[in-house]
C-alpha cells in the first residue's frame, strides 16, 4: 500500500511539471519539490544508490552541475554564482529522482506527454486572449508577448516537440483510420500556425530539423513503397521549397522600384535634395537617404498629422526617421511631393511605427524574415545592431569567442561570467547599447567562457555521453527531444533559465531513464 501511494505520487508529480513547464515556472519548481520530498520519505537509499552505481551516465550527467559548483569557489561574484546555481538545481535533482524511481511503462510516458501536449495547448490558446486584446498587452506591436506565460523562445521548443509527438501518435500508434486523427491534426495545424504566429524562428528552426531527421529515418525504415516515397518527397522537397522562398524573399528585398535610386537636385518647389550616398541602407531595395528634403518633410507633414516630426513614434522611434523609411519603401521621394502621395491610412502606420507600407498588419510571418534581411544588411554595412534580436547575436559570439581564448583553461568561474562581459563591453566600447548588453546566446560557448576548455569538456560528456550510453534507436521520444534540445542550444542560453533547464533535464532523464 505505502509502495502505491508513492508510485502514484511520483507519477502525479510528474504530470505535474509536464502540463504546468508551458504554464508557470512556479508551479513545475513546486512540482519538482513535491518529487524530493516523495523521494526522501520513500526511502530505500541502498536500492537508489545501486541504480546510480550501475547505470554510470546518470553521475555522468550530474557533471553538468557539478562543474557549475566546482567553478563557483574561485569566483568572485558569489551573490551571482549562487543565483546561478539556484537555477541549475533541476539539473542535479531530476536525474537522480528519475533515474533512481522504479521505471514506468511506455503507456505512463505517453499520457504523460499527453498531459505536457495539452498544457501546451491551453498556453498557446491563452496567446489569442492578448492577441485580440482581452488581455491587456504593453507592446501590442510585439506578437512575441502571446507567449503569456513563458519565454516565447522555450514555448516555441515546446510546440515543436508537441508537433513531432502527434505525428507519432497518428503514424505509430495507427490513429489515421480512427477518429481522432481528426483532432489530432487539427492541434498540430494550430501549433504550426502559432509558431508563424509568434515568429518563432528558433521552434521552426528545431522542427524543420528535427522533423526531417525523423521522417528521413522513417523513410529508411518503412517498407511499404509509395510510403516511402512520400517520406523521401517531404525530406528531399521542403528544403528545396524553403530555399526558394528565402531566394524571393532577398531578391524582394534587393530589388527596387524602377526609378527610385534616381539622384535628382531638387524638388517640383525648387528646394534642393539632400542625399547620403555613403549610407547604403535600403527599404524594398530603394535607397532611404536620397532624395531628402527635410524643409518640405516638416511643412507638408504638418499639414496631415498633429505628432511633431521631432518627437517619436508608437515605438518609441525618431518619427522623421520612420517617415523617411515608410517613403522610401514606397519609392518616393522625401519631400511634399512624397507626403502628398501617402493616403490617410499611411499617415495613420507612419505615427503607429510602421517603417514599411508592406507590414503594417499585427502579424506577418513574411515581415519577421523581411526583418531578419534587413538586420543582416544594416549589419554589414557597419549598422548599429542594438534591438535586432539576430545581428545582436553576431556580437554575442563574437565577445564570447573573446573571452574564451583570454580564459582557454579555466573560464571566468561561475559567479563572474557576466561582470567579464560588462567589463569586455566597455574595454571594446561596443555600440551595443547597455541594456542589449548580453551573453553568449550559445550554450556551448557559455560553458566554454564559464568554465574553460577543462570545464567545458566535463560538460560536453555529461551531456553526450550519457547518449551514448543508454539511448536506443527505437526510443522516438528523446531522439526528438535531445535535436531540439541541442539545436535550442545552438541559438540561445537554454539552460541559463528556469524554464530552460526544467525543459532539458525533466525530459532528458523522462525519456532516457524514465521508461521500463
Not at 150 to 162: K, P, Q, Y
Not at 268 to 291: F, P, W
Not at 387 to 403: C, N
Not at 425 to 438: A, N, P, T, W
Request: charged letters at 15%.
Amino acid at each position: 500500500m505505502r509502495e502505491k501511494i508513492h508510485k502514484y505520487i511520483y507519477l502525479v508529480g510528474l504530470c505535474i511539471i509536464a502540463f504546468f513547464l508551458p504554464l508557470s515556472e512556479y508551479i513545475s519548481n513546486a512540482a519538482i519539490f513535491l518529487l524530493l520530498t516523495n523521494w526522501i520519505v520513500e526511502l530505500g537509499f541502498k536500492e537508489k544508490w545501486n541504480k546510480i552505481r550501475r547505470n554510470i551516465s546518470i553521475p555522468l550527467f550530474l557533471l553538468i552541475f557539478v562543474t557549475h559548483f566546482v567553478w563557483l569557489i574561485a569566483s568572485k561574484n558569489m551573490e551571482y554564482g549562487f543565483h546561478d546555481l539556484k537555477i541549475k538545481l533541476p539539473l542535479l535533482a531530476l536525474p537522480v529522482i528519475i533515474g533512481t524511481s522504479k521505471a514506468i511503462s511506455r503507456k505512463l510516458i505517453d499520457l504523460i506527454v499527453g498531459v505536457f501536449i495539452l498544457g501546451v495547448l491551453i498556453s498557446t490558446l491563452a496567446g489569442l486572449f492578448v492577441y485580440f486584446g482581452v488581455v491587456e498587452n504593453p507592446n501590442p506591436y510585439n506578437v512575441r508577448n502571446i507567449a503569456y506565460f513563458v519565454s516565447h523562445i522555450r514555448l516555441s521548443l515546446m510546440v515543436a516537440l508537441s508537433i513531432l509527438v502527434l505525428f507519432y501518435f497518428i503514424i505509430e500508434n495507427k490513429v489515421i483510420i480512427g477518429y481522432r486523427i481528426i483532432p489530432l491534426t487539427f492541434v498540430i495545424i494550430w501549433f504550426v500556425g502559432f509558431l508563424i504566429m509568434i515568429q518563432g524562428i528558433t521552434g521552426l528552426m528545431s522542427l524543420v530539423v528535427a522533423g526531417l531527421v525523423s521522417v528521413g529515418v522513417k523513410a529508411h525504415r518503412e517498407n511499404h513503397k509509395a510510403r516511402k516515397y512520400i517520406y523521401y518527397i517531404v525530406v528531399f522537397g521542403l528544403p528545396f521549397f524553403i530555399l526558394g522562398y528565402l531566394t524571393v524573399q532577398i531578391k524582394s528585398f534587393y530589388t527596387p522600384i524602377e526609378g527610385a535610386d534616381e539622384i535628382k537636385t531638387y524638388t517640383q518647389n525648387g528646394n534642393q535634395y539632400y542625399h547620403d550616398q555613403q549610407a547604403r541602407l535600403i527599404e524594398n531595395g530603394n535607397l532611404i537617404y536620397i532624395n531628402i528634403c527635410e524643409k518640405e518633410l516638416y511643412s507638408e507633414w504638418n499639414k496631415r498629422s498633429n505628432l511633431t516630426l521631432d518627437g517619436l513614434d508608437g515605438r518609441e522611434q525618431s518619427l522623421l526617421h520612420s517617415l523617411i523609411r515608410y517613403l522610401a519603401s514606397k519609392g518616393l521621394t522625401k519631400d511634399a511631393e512624397g507626403i502628398s502621395q501617402l493616403s490617410d491610412e499611411d499617415i495613420m502606420h507612419i505615427e503607429n511605427g510602421h517603417t514599411n507600407y508592406r507590414f503594417v498588419k499585427k502579424n506577418s510571418f513574411n515581415k519577421r524574415i523581411y526583418n531578419i534581411i534587413w538586420q543582416i544588411d544594416v549589419y554589414a554595412k557597419g549598422g548599429n545592431p542594438s534591438g535586432h534580436s539576430i545581428t545582436q547575436r553576431f556580437e554575442y559570439l563574437k565577445y564570447g569567442l573573446i573571452l574564451s581564448k583570454r580564459n582557454m583553461l579555466f573560464g571566468t568561474g561561475t559567479g563572474d561570467l557576466d561582470d567579464a562581459y560588462k567589463a569586455l563591453y566597455i574595454e571594446k566600447k561596443s555600440q551595443l547599447d547597455s541594456k542589449y548588453r548580453h551573453r553568449a546566446h550559445n550554450q556551448f560557448l557559455t560553458l566554454f567562457v564559464s568554465f574553460g576548455a577543462i570545464g567545458a569538456l566535463f560538460c560536453f560528456i555529461g551531456f553526450f555521453f550519457p547518449i551514448a550510453i543508454d539511448f536506443k534507436l527505437n526510443n522516438y521520444y528523446f531522439a526528438v527531444f535531445i535535436l531540439i534540445a541541442i539545436l535550442s542550444m545552438l541559438s540561445d542560453d537554454t539552460l541559463e533559465t528556469t524554464t530552460g533547464v526544467v525543459f532539458i533535464s525533466y525530459f532528458y532523464s523522462l525519456f532516457l531513464w524514465g521508461e521500463k
